[in-house]
């Protein structure tokens, strides 16, 4: 029932920017840690930010100045902007949802591609 759905993946220059949205469903969202992660070919996934409902936020040290995340709760939506991007960035990113209870769900993932 529950689904996430990524937008606004692309092929940008290194030092550009893009912003991703993550559209949330089938569920009420106010009990839940929402995030990005990111993942390419022979990598592990690895978390890029995350917030919680009430906006308390997290980063990876790699991402911290360069990505903000947000979220509307009234729209169930989060978003992530990526400014000052890199070709390390390249990788495909995944929404995410974690509620307090223990499930998990996972959007099937926007590729975002920085060109040297």
């Known amino acids: 029932q529950v689904q996430l759905v990524e937008s606004g993946g692309g092929l940008v220059q290194a030092g550009g920017s893009l912003r991703l949205s993550c559209a949330a469903s089938g569920s009420s969202f106010s009990n839940s840690a929402m995030g990005w992660y990111r993942q390419g070919p022979g990598k592990q996934r690895e978390l890029v930010a995350a917030i919680t409902s009430s906006g308390s936020r997290n980063y990876a040290e790699s991402v911290k100045g360069r990505f903000t995340i947000s979220r509307d709760n009234a729209k169930n939506t989060v978003d992530l902007q990526m400014n000052s991007l890199k070709p390390e960035d390249t990788d495909v990113y995944y929404c995410?949802?974690?509620?307090?209870?223990?499930?998990?769900?996972w959007g099937k993932g926007t590729q975002v591609t920085v060109s040297a």
């Open positions: 995410n949802v974690q509620f307090a209870w223990g499930p998990r769900y």
